[in-house]
């Protein structure tokens, strides 16, 4: 029972949303390799797609969490670019987040010089 009672709890946290410090975001994208001087940028896009809510959802254009994650593309259902559930873009583990967020930046600075115009928010960071 005890068990059973502390798997529930478990689960219960760790899909709760969260307000995400600018310093636990730049430190985390920073060991995922993002170089110094695009931290004040990611910080700046994050705070205008999500102010920093791990939690956020926009019903109306389908997009989750902390980078606001389109559905459309990349979170599943329906979207697989990232190979992740719009569930786990919104819970409190911003791993996955980041990791989606720099293959979408990866793939726009590919088509476009600049892997932050995949953000709308991006226009008011630069
Ligand atoms: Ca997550």
Known sequence: MFKFLACVLLLAAASQARIVSVSELKNALASYGVSGDKLDTWA??????SNFDTGAYNG???????FQISQIYWCSPPGNGCGV???SMRDDDINNDIQCALKIFAEHEHLSGNGFNAWVAYKYCH
Not at 44 to 49: Q, R, T
Not at 60 to 66: F, K, Q
């Open 60 to 66: 109306n254009t389908g997009d989750h969490g902390l």
């Open 85 to 87: 559930t719009c569930d």
């Open 44 to 49: 700046c896009v994050v705070e205008h797609e």
